[in-house]
Structure formats: C-alpha cells, structure tokens
C-alpha cells in the first residue's frame, strides 16, 4: 500500500543546475508534508515542510511546491552542491503531525555531479 | 543544534532474546516516535507517546513491543521475544506540539542497528 510514491530511485545533476524531486500520494487526508535528507549510518534530517493550505514554501535553496489538485508535491534545490547528494525522503501525515506517525516515500537518490 | 540521541548505534541479539532500544529526545519536546528500516524498504512508523501514553501505533507495533519514558529524559522502545524479522535500524523521532500542535517537523536520531541472529 503506497500512499506516497516517490517513482524516481535515483536522479543525477550537474553541480550548479535544479534538482527536482517528485513525490506523488493517494490519501487525501494527508494536509501536512515534509521533505528529509538522509546520510548514510545518519538518520533522517529535517530540510523542509509545507501544510496543504499552501502551494509554496521557500528556504534557502529549497523550495517545496504543492499541487492537491494532483496530489503531488516537489522539491526544488537550486544551485545543486556537491554536498546536496544524498537519498530524500518525502513523508505525509494527517491533521498537521502531533501524534500521527509519518508516511514516507521509498527515497530519491541524488547524485550531484561536479 | 538540539539533537536527539540513540543509543547502542549498533545491537547483536539471539533470537528469542528481549531487547531494549534507548533515545534521548530533543529537551522541549513533548512528542516521540520510533520508527523502522528493514534494509532495502521505506521507513515505517511504529508508535508515537505522547504525555506518557501511546497515541497512535501502527500494525506492526504489536504485543510483543513496548515503549516507556522511564524518567525526564529517556524513551525507550523494548521487544520481548526478538524474531529474526526484527532486525532493522531503528529510529527515534521527536517533535515539539509548538502550542497549536499543528505543522512541526519530526526530528530523527541517527539510528541503533538492530542484527538478530
């Protein structure tokens, strides 16, 4: 049961240019959303997160677009650094997080190419 | 940075076995998770705590699982009888409710890998 999907295994860019991360999900319960980064022998960390009365937020060189109609969001990391490269995790939850447990995608492996 | 810790990163078990996983969440939080990773599959939500009780657990968080909050600062997630599907890595999360308990990211350990033998 995928209730978020993220379709892309890996993705590889050139240092420098967008990287642009998909996710897709089915339950339309799901209001809040977040985006994580994660090492290897590391746990998840936190980059960025968007509630579904919006369609934008920005951080930095990231930024989170959200589209409910199509119940999909994307992640946006412009300019790609070497640093960037790591596997990102999508992740929903319903009733804006508190006690519910995160849905997370299977992970996108980003490779930033100097 | 506030950071929440895990510990042992890494633990052997016989099979049959019980085992005690140990986090220290973020001081000002009030809400913890513990999570999963079986090698190769997506993270899992087990079970979240919040003003000491469970709030929420998923299917896979059955008898043989417990969590406590032994004191101010621990929270521990205990398996009675490990299987050899028990082995994972393991995460903890927390999370600060922020007043209108709405929109605040959970933050993850780094982990305690989990090898049933």
């Known amino acids: 049961d995928q209730q978020v999907k993220q379709n892309s295994p890996s993705l590889s860019v050139q240092e420098g240019r967008i990287s642009i991360l998909n996710c897709d999900y089915t339950n339309s319960m799901f209001d809040y959303f977040l985006w994580y980064k994660k090492y290897p022998a590391e746990g998840p960390t936190f980059l960025i997160s968007?509630?579904?009365?919006?369609d934008k937020n920005e951080d930095g060189r990231f930024t989170v677009f959200l589209n409910k109609s199509a119940k999909h969001l994307s992640l946006h990391i412009v300019p790609s650094q070497p640093g960037d490269s790591a596997v990102y995790f999508c992740a929903a939850s319903r009733s804006g997080g508190g006690a519910d447990g995160l849905t997370f995608g299977k992970g996108t492996h980003l490779i930033i190419q100097p | 940075e506030p950071e929440v810790t895990q510990t042992p990163s890494h633990q052997v078990t016989q099979m049959g076995q019980e085992v005690i996983l140990r986090c220290v969440p973020i001081s000002n939080h009030l809400y913890f998770y513990w999570y999963r990773q079986i090698l190769g599959q997506k993270v899992e939500f087990l079970v979240s705590?919040?003003?000491?009780?469970?709030?929420?657990k998923s299917e896979i968080f059955d008898d043989q699982f417990s969590v406590e909050r032994p004191d101010g600062s621990n929270f521990t997630l205990k398996i009675r009888s490990t299987k050899l599907e028990d082995s994972a890595m393991y995460f903890c999360a927390s999370s600060d409710p922020g007043g209108t308990r709405l929109n605040q990211p959970q933050h993850f350990g780094d982990g305690t890998r989990l090898s049933i033998l």
């Open positions: 705590f919040y003003n000491n009780e469970i709030s929420e």
């Open positions: 968007i509630s579904s009365i919006k």
